[in-house]
């Protein structure tokens, strides 16, 4: 997965600035957002182990004041990756969970949220 993270500096340009808060927005990340709105960073590591044939890592991030964000990211026989994710709380309203992909052929799974990448 591609991941932006490059966007223009010391420019006032209106349109310039535009695409430099649109870059740092949480949306165009990796992550779970509630209403689109950019989270606060608070993350916390909570698991790591490794084998010859699997990976873990937990983490999870206070996201926003009613809502935190638990991501399992398995590594499954150095070939799969699983990523389990949990949104934790009471907030209301839309949580969406966004991947940017690199051009590749891809599959989706609407009825059980899966996303298979052939890259």
Not at 36 to 49: G, Q, R, T, V, Y
Not at 54 to 82: A, I
Request: charged residues 25%.
């Amino acid at each position: 997965m591609i991941d932006s993270g490059s966007y223009m500096y010391n420019s006032d340009d209106p349109v310039e600035m535009g695409w430099r808060n649109w870059f740092r927005s949480s949306k165009v990340h990796q992550t779970l957002t509630l209403n689109n709105e950019d989270m606060k960073i608070a993350s916390k590591h909570l698991f790591w182990d490794n084998s010859d044939d699997l990976t873990c890592l937990v983490y999870e991030n206070q996201s926003y004041g009613n809502l935190n964000h638990k991501r399992t990211t398995l590594f499954v026989d150095n070939k799969y990756f699983l990523i389990y994710d949990e949104a934790i709380g009471s907030a209301e309203g839309e949580v969406r969970v966004h991947f940017q992909l690199v051009p590749s052929d891809f599959k989706v799974e609407e009825q059980s949220l899966v996303v298979e990448s052939n890259f």
